[in-house]
């Protein structure tokens, strides 16, 4: 059964600081997905990442996926404070179930 | 540019009554969600769907119950409202399930709380 665990749960950061968001998954998957949710808000697709070895970026953030070590990072460069959300990632088991599972998230916030 | 429609927006429920949480989308997607996030947690699979008339359980099914009569359309029934099912409701769609490079598409969600 595939089970996605995410940390920090909560990062607190100043702005202009770089920070890594990790996301772990328990068995095979090669379809990682990252959202963010506003307070209040639906979620919002950040990245799609389909393969070992991919990497996304966006702004000030770049997502990366290694399959082998069932890894995924969120990574944030030079922190502003829009950026603060509450960031989750979804993975898809290949065992040919529709069943995407979700972290708990990391709640960032990103001080002035 | 629709997307993905979830009505009501919020609902306090009385236990033991029951409702429908309406769920439509406009995209021609195939496969559609139930989620629920309870406050300062991820999400939970209630129920999916990958087509008309095909559906399957998820994570926490029990207490409610789906249907899929068109592809548009994908309402969740609670019959016996029970105070633990106090959550945040989405509803999702995505173009080919596990077989696609894209996301899902959220809808704004169903604050419904249950005394």
């Known amino acids: 059964e595939l089970k996605v665990e995410q940390n920090p749960l909560f990062l607190s950061m100043q702005e202009g600081k770089n920070y890594t968001i990790y996301c772990n998954y328990s068995?095979?998957?090669?379809?990682l997905y990252w959202y963010r949710q506003d307070p209040g808000k639906s979620l919002e697709s950040l990245f799609v990442l389909l393969s070992n070895g991919a990497v996304k970026q966006e702004g000030r953030l770049m997502a990366s996926l290694d399959t082998k070590a069932r890894l995924s990072t969120l990574h944030i460069t030079a922190a502003v404070h829009d950026l603060s959300a509450t960031y989750f990632c979804a993975a898809l088991p290949t065992s040919g179930t529709y069943k995407y599972i979700f972290g708990t998230g990391t709640r960032l916030k990103v001080l002035a | 540019n629709a997307g993905v429609t979830q009505t009501p927006k919020f609902r306090i429920l009385k236990i033991g009554q029951s409702m429908t949480l309406q769920c439509t989308q406009d995209m021609n997607h195939n496969y559609m969600y139930w989620y629920r996030q309870d406050p300062g947690m991820g999400l939970k699979l209630i129920y999916y769907?990958?087509?008309?008339?095909?559906?399957d359980k998820g994570e926490v099914p029990n207490g409610y119950n789906v249907s899929r009569s068109t592809t548009e359309d994908f309402p969740l029934r609670l019959e016996l409202a029970a105070p633990s099912q106090t959550s945040v409701y989405f509803c999702?769609?995505?173009?080919?399930?596990?077989?696609?490079?894209?996301?899902?598409?959220f809808g704004d969600g169903t604050r419904l709380s249950i005394l």
């Open positions: 769907s990958v087509g008309a008339g095909i559906t």
């Open positions: 999702a769609s995505s173009y080919g399930g596990g077989n696609s490079n894209q996301p899902q598409h």
């Open positions: 068995t095979t998957s090669d379809r």
